[in-house]
């Protein structure tokens, strides 16, 4: 099933760009997960409004050094030792296509080779694609808030190029899709229904291809019976969006890749007070429990509403879902942000 093909099932719209799918990379090292409570905010699932305080401002390198790639540390929440971690920042481009990466560390040790913080899967994309490897001078740690790990990647990437409102991410966790709940809200117990656009949609979202006959509604039994058969429902890759959350339930049909979004004759999801996607920029990455592949996609505004006018999707729409700060900023277009971009930065710079 190809990019065209779950157009088709969202609208009659057709778009001319051939969709990059993430491939999938075996785990390189598993973390266990934190269980110790934490007061300001929980983990995904989480809806409470973002209370904490940003406690990992620090943005300058640590002068603590290791001698080796695979030094051992004591977790005293799981009473285990675990590696060192590496955490790697990937940059999409207007196509959705990784083309550089940024490999943070927790402390500031030697790598000896490639193969230390990518799978084999991993290595063959990048030098496929050609991809760049910026191993940053600066680390990265578990109770880092994401506005935080914002800073650090405008520090990375060149402090006065980007400003901090420009950036989404995204990432994924192992979870269960909870489909019995998200199919209940999104038709209303039945009273709205779940139609070929929002299966397509759905599919987009989770690389799943259909070869089925569409239907022009779908129940709860045809969802189950579709995406078992592809994934394990009850623990599966879900993409989600990093220091955003929705206040009510996890809307499957919203793609924390904005680069997932098809054209479509309607909006599947609507920033609005039954679900509103709230902030929580204060969240530390720890929050986020083990993520796949300790990956974090990061997405600029440009690249994303380039994507969006080539593919017929409505940017201003683009801007109010990926980009609330901005919205809120009265910017609907790319065209708007050139304009108050170096604005923006100056801003950013007085923090």
Do not use: W
């Not at 490999?103 to 994309?125: D, G, M, P, W």
């Not at 039954?274 to 974090?296: E, R």
Request: hydrophobic share 30%.
């Amino acid at each position: 099933m190809i990019y065209e093909d779950y157009i088709v099932m969202a609208s009659n719209s057709q778009a001319n760009t051939t969709k990059h799918r993430e491939p999938k990379s075996e785990k390189i090292e598993k973390e266990p997960q934190n269980t110790s409570s934490d007061t300001s905010s929980g983990t995904d699932s989480d809806t409470s409004s973002d209370t904490g305080s940003d406690t990992g401002s620090d943005t300058s390198s640590d002068t603590d050094s290791g001698t080796n790639s695979t030094q051992l540390q004591y977790d005293p929440s799981t009473h285990m030792t675990v590696k060192e971690k590496f955490y790697k920042v990937v940059q999409l481009d207007a196509d959705g296509i990784s083309r550089r990466i940024i490999v943070f560390r927790e402390k500031n040790e030697s790598i000896e080779s490639l193969a230390e913080v990518f799978s084999e899967t991993e290595i063959a994309e990048i030098e496929l694609n050609k991809v760049e490897i910026i191993f940053s001078k600066y680390q990265l740690h578990r109770d880092d808030t994401i506005q935080t790990l914002k800073t650090k990647i405008v520090l990375e990437l060149g402090k006065g190029s980007f400003c901090y409102n420009e950036i989404y991410l995204y990432s994924k966790i192992k979870s269960s899709l909870l489909l019995d709940h998200f199919y209940k809200e999104i038709t209303r117990s039945d009273e709205v229904p779940f139609t070929k656009a929002m299966l397509g949609q759905l599919l987009f979202n989770f690389n799943i291809e259909y070869n089925g006959e569409p239907q022009s509604t779908y129940s709860y039994a045809d969802l189950v019976q579709l995406l078992k058969t592809s994934i394990d429902i009850e623990n599966c890759d879900i993409p989600i969006p990093i220091g955003m959350k929705f206040s009510t339930f996890r809307n499957l049909l919203f793609s924390a890749n904005p680069f997932d979004v098809l054209p479509a004759d309607e909006f599947f999801v609507e920033n609005t007070s039954q679900n509103i996607l709230l902030s929580f920029m204060n969240n530390t990455i720890l929050n986020y429990g083990v993520l796949v592949d300790d990956c974090f996609y990061v997405c600029f505004i440009e690249e994303v509403l380039h994507y969006a006018a080539t593919n017929s999707i409505d940017v201003d729409y683009m801007v109010q879902l990926y980009y609330p700060e901005l919205k809120e900023e009265n910017i609907h277009s790319a065209e708007d942000f050139k304009q108050k971009r170096e604005m923006f930065i100056s801003r950013d710079r007085k923090y």
